[in-house]
T-cell receptor
Framework: GAGVSQSPSNKVTEKGKDVELRCDPI?????LYWYRQSLGQGLEFLIY????????KSGLPSDRFSAERTGGSVSTLTIQRTQQEDSAVYLC?????????????FGPGTRLTVT | RKEVEQDPGPFNVPEGATVAFNCTYS??????FFWYRQDCRKEPKLLMS???SGNEDGRFTAQLNRASQYISLLIRDSKLSDSATYLC??????????FGQGTELSVKP
């Protein structure tokens, strides 16, 4: 079946502009996660949605970052007033909380470059 | 102290070698554990879950030591295609996963 999809695959933007990144999770998966990965670094947790519960926003680095998930499916990560340090690959993952251990399936990521 | 720590490597081994990766975690309440694999410029993919009794999947064996808060991954008879970064992952509770920095493996002919 279809996996997690993300768009755009690449985004180049000027410093100070706002960007929106989209994630389509695997159908039926109730949990959705956003991470970012800077070059040569590990994954940094950003935000987590589980069903209708309030999202866990503990990983968002500043108030310029926000995310929403509409209808329990598609999610959008918004970065306002982008800075050069926001340049990274933004990865989305989804999981079915019904399976033991919360195995996550990742999308291909959006590579964001802030010039 | 990082929540999940791994030796970053790189580990450079010849084909056919056996290689072991170690990982420690700080939250003693962690309930589930995984190894993910990430190829260069690709997304992470689940390699295997780690169960309390230890588990094996072909050439790969994962072990968990809760008392020492330690997880390991053993790869036997390594192949060129095993070259990747291996990520140790811990469920911090409520579905939130914490990823280690990864251990880079390079298998040479």
């Amino acid at each position: 079946g279809a996996g997690v999809s993300q768009s755009p695959s690449n985004k180049v933007t000027e410093k100070g502009k706002d960007v929106e990144l989209r994630c389509d999770p695997i159908s039926g998966h109730t949990a959705l996660y956003w991470y970012r990965q800077s070059l040569g670094q590990g994954l940094e947790f950003l935000i987590y949605f589980q069903g209708n519960s309030a999202p866990d926003k503990s990983g968002l680095p500043s108030d310029r970052f926000s995310a929403e998930r509409t209808g329990g499916s598609v999610s959008t990560l918004t970065i306002q007033r982008t800075q050069q340090e926001d340049s990274a690959v933004y990865l989305c993952a989804s999981s079915s909380s019904g399976t033991g251990g919360y195995e996550q399936y990742f999308g291909p990521g959006t590579r964001l470059t802030v010039t | 102290r990082k929540e999940v720590e791994q030796d970053p490597g790189p580990f450079n081994v010849p084909e056919g070698a056996t290689v072991a990766f170690n990982c420690t975690y700080s939250n003693s309440a962690s309930q589930s554990f995984f190894w993910y694999r990430q190829d260069c410029r690709k997304e992470p993919k689940l390699l295997m879950s780690v169960y309390s009794s230890g588990n094996e999947d072909g050439r790969f064996t994962a072990q968990l030591n809760r008392a020492s808060q330690y997880i390991s991954l053993l790869i036997r008879d390594s192949k060129l295609s095993d070259s990747a970064t291996y990520l140790c992952v811990v469920n911090a509770g409520g579905g939130k996963l914490i990823f280690g920095q990864g251990t880079e493996l390079s298998v040479k002919p």
